[in-house]
C-alpha cells in the first residue's frame, strides 16, 4: 500500500475536535453535552448579512476577483480607517477565513526549514498551518503567573537565528484572551526592525475587550510598514464563522504581490460568503456594544465560578471569549475524555479542549484546559459545575 507523507504523519489533530467521537457517543447515550471546546458563538449573525444573501439575485455564479470583490475591499479600508487603521484598498486581499490569510503569510514570507517565533500557548491550528509550509515553529514560553503577558524580549532574542523569518501573535490572544498593550506591541515593532523580521498579527479578536482596554494593532506602529503583516476575519467579529471569509493585509508592496499570487492560485473566495460579509460592514455599533456586554459578563462568571473550585488556577482575559484553566490534575487529555466517556452529572457532562495541543512545546500545558465562553451564563455556571463534581469522581 503507497505511504502518506511525512508532511501527512506530522500533521497535528485538533485539540478542539479530536474528542467529537467520544462526544457523539455521550450524545447517543442521551447525554446533554456542553461545548466549551469551541469558539462557536451563539450570538445571532447581523441580519444585514443574511437579508444580503436571501436578496441576492443571480444567473450565474461567477468568480470574483482574486483579491476579492473591490466593493468589498473598499468598504473594508473605509471600516478600517474608521477603525484608527490607516489602511487602504490595496493593501487587502480577501481570503478564505483567517486561516487562508495566514497560509499565504506564511508562504509569501517563509521558506521550507525557515522559523517562526510564536509565544505559546497558541491557536492549534498554527501547529498544522506551519507543518503544511514547511515551516519550523519555535516557541517562547508565556505563563499563567504573569496571566500570559508577552514574555521579555530578550527570550525572543535568544531564540533568533539566521533562519529566523517572522513573529506570529494573536491580539487578543486564542487561547488565553491575554491583550497585548501598545508598550508590547511597540516592544515587538522595534525588535523586527533590528533584527529585519516580519511581525505577522493575528487580530480577529480586535473588537472583544473589555475592562476599558483598548486594543492596539501593529498597523498603528509608525516605521514597520515593511514588517507588518495583519490577519483578519469576519468570523467571531460578525459571528459567520461558517462564512470562511478573512483577509490578509500589508503595507509591503512585494508581500502583497507573492500573496496575490497564491490568492491567483485558488482563483477567488467565495462569492455569496464575500456578499454577506460586504454588508456585515452596514451593522450598527450598538450590536457590538451589546455583544462586548454579553461577553463581559460570561466572563466574570466564569472566571467567578471557576475560582470556587479547590486546585484550579486560572488567568482573567482581557479580550477575546477563551480562557486557560490550570487544573488539579496530570493529564487534562485523559480527564477531557474521560468527562465525555465515562462521566455524567443527571445526564448533563461537559466538552473541553486539553491545552496541550496548543503547546508545540513537548509536555507543556498537559494539566491545563481551554475554555471558550460562548455559552449564555446559566449553562457556564452549570458547566462549570459539572467539571467541579467530575473533579472529585476523577481523582479518586
Given at each position: 500500500?503507497?505511504?502518506?507523507?511525512?508532511?501527512?504523519?506530522?500533521?497535528?489533530?485538533?485539540?478542539?475536535?479530536?474528542?467529537?467521537?467520544?462526544?457523539?457517543?455521550?450524545?447517543?447515550?442521551?447525554?446533554?453535552?456542553?461545548?466549551?471546546?469551541?469558539?462557536?458563538?451563539?450570538?445571532?449573525?447581523?441580519?444585514?448579512?443574511?437579508?444580503?444573501?436571501?436578496?441576492?439575485n443571480?444567473?450565474?455564479?461567477?468568480?470574483?476577483?482574486?483579491?476579492?470583490?473591490?466593493?468589498?475591499?473598499?468598504?473594508?479600508?473605509?471600516?478600517?480607517?474608521?477603525?484608527?487603521?490607516?489602511?487602504?484598498?490595496?493593501?487587502?486581499?480577501?481570503?478564505?477565513?483567517?486561516?487562508?490569510?495566514?497560509?499565504?503569510?506564511?508562504?509569501?514570507?517563509?521558506?521550507?526549514?525557515?522559523?517562526?517565533?510564536?509565544?505559546?500557548?497558541?491557536?492549534?491550528?498554527?501547529?498544522?498551518?506551519?507543518?503544511?509550509?514547511?515551516?519550523?515553529?519555535?516557541?517562547?514560553?508565556?505563563?499563567?503567573?504573569?496571566?500570559?503577558?508577552?514574555?521579555?524580549?530578550?527570550?525572543?532574542?535568544?531564540?533568533i537565528?539566521?533562519?529566523?523569518?517572522?513573529?506570529?501573535?494573536?491580539?487578543?490572544?486564542?487561547?488565553?484572551?491575554?491583550l497585548?498593550?501598545?508598550?508590547?506591541?511597540?516592544?515587538?515593532?522595534q525588535?523586527?526592525i533590528?533584527h529585519?523580521?516580519?511581525?505577522?498579527?493575528?487580530?480577529?479578536?480586535?473588537?472583544?475587550?473589555?475592562?476599558?482596554?483598548?486594543?492596539?494593532?501593529?498597523?498603528?506602529?509608525?516605521?514597520?510598514?515593511?514588517?507588518?503583516?495583519?490577519?483578519?476575519?469576519?468570523?467571531?467579529?460578525?459571528?459567520?464563522?461558517?462564512?470562511?471569509?478573512?483577509?490578509?493585509?500589508?503595507?509591503?508592496?512585494?508581500?502583497?504581490?507573492?500573496?496575490?499570487?497564491?490568492?491567483?492560485?485558488r482563483?477567488?473566495?467565495?462569492?455569496?460568503?464575500?456578499?454577506?460579509?460586504?454588508?456585515?460592514?452596514?451593522?450598527?455599533?450598538?450590536?457590538?456594544?451589546?455583544?462586548?456586554?454579553?461577553?463581559?459578563?460570561?466572563?466574570?462568571?466564569?472566571?467567578?465560578?471557576?475560582?470556587?473550585?479547590?486546585?484550579?488556577?486560572?488567568?482573567?482575559?482581557?479580550?477575546?471569549?477563551?480562557?486557560?484553566?490550570?487544573?488539579?490534575?496530570?493529564?487534562?487529555?485523559?480527564?477531557?475524555?474521560?468527562?465525555?466517556?465515562?462521566?455524567?452529572?443527571?445526564?448533563?457532562?461537559?466538552?473541553?479542549?486539553?491545552?496541550?495541543?496548543?503547546?508545540?512545546?513537548?509536555?507543556?500545558?498537559?494539566?491545563?484546559?481551554?475554555?471558550?465562553?460562548?455559552?449564555?451564563?446559566?449553562?457556564?455556571?452549570?458547566?462549570v459545575?459539572?467539571?467541579?463534581?467530575?473533579?472529585?469522581?476523577?481523582?479518586?
Amino acid at each position: 500500500m503507497p505511504k502518506i507523507s511525512e508532511k501527512g504523519q506530522q500533521m497535528p489533530e485538533s485539540p478542539i475536535s479530536k474528542l467529537v467521537p467520544y462526544a457523539d457517543i455521550a450524545k447517543k447515550k442521551g447525554h446533554k453535552v456542553y461545548h466549551l471546546n469551541i469558539g462557536q458563538p451563539d450570538i445571532k449573525t447581523p441580519k444585514v448579512a443574511l437579508d444580503a444573501v436571501k436578496n441576492a439575485n443571480f444567473e450565474v455564479l461567477e468568480y470574483s476577483h482574486s483579491a476579492g470583490f473591490e466593493s468589498y475591499r473598499k468598504k473594508l479600508s473605509n471600516y478600517y480607517k474608521n477603525q484608527n487603521l490607516p489602511i487602504e484598498t490595496e493593501n487587502i486581499i480577501i481570503t478564505t477565513g483567517g486561516s487562508e490569510a495566514l497560509l499565504f503569510a506564511l508562504g509569501s514570507t517563509m521558506d521550507v526549514d525557515d522559523e517562526i517565533i510564536i509565544p505559546e500557548p497558541f491557536y492549534a491550528n498554527y501547529n498544522g498551518y506551519t507543518v503544511a509550509s514547511g515551516v519550523k515553529v519555535v516557541p517562547v514560553i508565556s505563563s499563567i503567573e504573569t496571566g500570559f503577558a508577552l514574555p521579555p524580549i530578550e527570550d525572543f532574542e535568544k531564540l533568533i537565528t539566521p533562519k529566523t523569518k517572522a513573529i506570529l501573535i494573536c491580539n487578543p490572544g486564542n487561547p488565553t484572551g491575554y491583550l497585548y498593550s501598545e508598550v508590547e506591541i511597540n516592544q515587538l515593532a522595534q525588535m523586527v526592525i533590528k533584527h529585519d523580521l516580519f511581525l505577522i498579527a493575528d487580530e480577529v479578536y480586535r473588537e472583544f475587550t473589555y475592562d476599558g482596554f483598548k486594543h492596539f494593532s501593529v498597523m498603528n506602529v509608525a516605521g514597520i510598514e515593511n514588517h507588518a503583516i495583519l490577519i483578519d476575519s469576519v468570523s467571531k467579529r460578525f459571528s459567520m464563522c461558517g462564512a470562511r471569509i478573512g483577509c490578509i493585509v500589508s503595507k509591503n508592496s512585494e508581500v502583497m504581490s507573492a500573496a496575490m499570487k497564491f490568492a491567483q492560485a485558488r482563483l477567488s473566495p467565495p462569492t455569496y460568503a464575500q456578499i454577506a460579509s460586504e454588508a456585515a460592514l452596514d451593522t450598527p455599533q450598538s450590536y457590538f456594544d451589546d455583544v462586548i456586554v454579553e461577553y463581559k459578563e460570561r466572563r466574570d462568571v466564569l472566571i467567578a465560578e471557576l475560582l470556587k473550585i479547590d486546585g484550579v488556577q486560572v488567568a482573567t482575559p482581557k479580550g477575546a471569549f477563551y480562557c486557560i484553566a490550570k487544573l488539579p490534575i496530570e493529564n487534562a487529555n485523559d480527564f477531557a475524555q474521560w468527562l465525555l466517556e465515562t462521566y455524567d452529572l443527571n445526564g448533563e457532562t461537559v466538552m473541553v479542549a486539553p491545552a496541550e495541543g496548543f503547546y508545540s512545546t513537548p509536555n507543556m500545558g498537559l494539566d491545563e484546559v481551554r475554555i471558550a465562553y460562548v455559552l449564555k451564563k446559566e449553562d457556564l455556571i452549570r458547566s462549570v459545575q459539572i467539571i467541579k463534581e467530575a473533579l472529585k469522581v476523577y481523582k479518586k
